[in-house]
């Protein structure tokens, strides 16, 4: 059973998500009738796909602080996809994707139905502002669904403070990223900064911090959190990274290669022009960032990083952070369960093919 799955884990923050986004959909409607794409995107969206690893993070890091199970403790954890959304459907536009899951993005889908009701005006320009107001809609609904789920007032102002944190570090960090971009900046000190604020911070450790505060957690808990949670999440970020690069299409929902086409600063990247002689470094920078980029061009460079042994360096990378997440869950006395629930979420974070 994947880890996602035990207690029901993924069924109950579905249900939660399903029963939200339903009630925001009549909201829409009784605005105007032109709301409903709207509602019908963003319910695509989040309950369309989704890994739901930020909620089993939270909910394990709660169990395993002595929190007890109930519905309103998984409402409001179910919040961390409208986080999620809200970055994934502004990273998309950012970075010019086409497809997330191999679905149409967020920008695309309303640029086609610009272009297929015949409006007046650029197709692409209303995309990119639908994408934009759908992330912050997404945003906000994170908060509401945060103060509606049923919380004790105490449990939400523990809880609101790391909640405020989190949104805040994944913003940074996505500017530190297209700053980093057009930048050129390719230090591997400057691709693990953006790893750990853009995606890592908010991919483990604020959730885990997140479960803390609503069990009321002692320091000593939240320290080995901490220390868990921060190392995941680069190690969580660097197997995406090797994904954008080598992954299987079919697995990942976008294009083999998308990160090159992109232009990221990944550590991978970095790691690449660190080690590779002057023409693969070359060869890797003329082309990074390059939307033309076709297969034959995308497996060239795939043979500089691979040749270089940044592929190498990295997939070792990912099993010393991993290695030294799972160490910091020895130092702490956790719920036996939610302990093994976290050991087993860290090998399937770390180990995914999509």
Do not use: N
């Amino acid at each position: 059973m994947s880890p996602v799955d035990r207690a029901g884990l993924r069924q109950r923050v579905d249900k939660a998500l399903t029963e939200f986004l339903a009630g925001q959909r009549v909201r829409l409607a009784a605005v105007d009738d032109a709301l409903g794409p709207v509602a019908e995107a963003i319910e695509a969206f989040v309950l369309g796909g989704g890994k739901r690893l930020r909620p089993a993070f939270a909910y394990w890091g709660f169990r395993g602080a002595g929190g007890v199970d109930g519905d309103q403790v998984l409402t409001a954890l179910a919040a961390l996809e409208f986080v999620q959304a809200s970055a994934l459907i502004h990273d998309d536009l950012m970075d010019r994707s086409d497809t997330r899951r191999g679905e149409p993005a967020v920008h695309r889908r309303f640029a086609t139905r610009h272009r297929e009701a015949g409006w007046g005006g650029d197709p692409d320009g209303f995309g990119d502002a639908a994408a934009i107001l759908l992330g912050d809609l997404c945003l906000v609904w994170s908060d509401e669904l945060l103060h509606s789920a049923g919380l004790d007032l105490w449990a939400l102002a523990r809880a609101r403070p790391v909640f405020d944190e989190m949104r805040t570090e994944v913003t940074v960090g996505q500017y530190l990223d297209v700053l980093t971009q057009v930048t050129g900046d390719t230090s591997v000190e400057r691709a693990s900064k953006v790893a750990r604020y853009k995606s890592a911070k908010y991919t483990v450790e604020r959730p885990m911090l997140l479960g803390a505060a609503l069990a009321d957690a002692p320091e000593d808990v939240r320290t080995a959190y901490s220390a868990y949670g921060l190392p995941l999440g680069e190690a969580f970020q660097l197997r995406d990274d090797v994904l954008g690069v080598f992954g299987d299409p079919t697995l990942t929902g976008k294009p083999a290669g998308d990160d090159l086409r992109e232009g990221k600063r990944t550590y991978l990247v970095a790691a690449t022009v660190e080690a590779t002689d002057d023409a693969g470094r070359e060869l890797l920078l003329s082309r990074l960032g390059d939307p033309e980029l076709d297969e034959q061009g995308v497996a060239r460079l795939r043979e500089v990083i691979s040749g270089s042994g940044a592929l190498a360096r990295t997939e070792q990378r990912i099993v010393t952070l991993t290695d030294t997440a799972l160490a910091a869950l020895t130092a702490v006395d956790l719920d036996t369960e939610a302990r093994q629930a976290l050991v087993d979420l860290a090998i399937a974070a770390t180990r995914r093919a999509d």
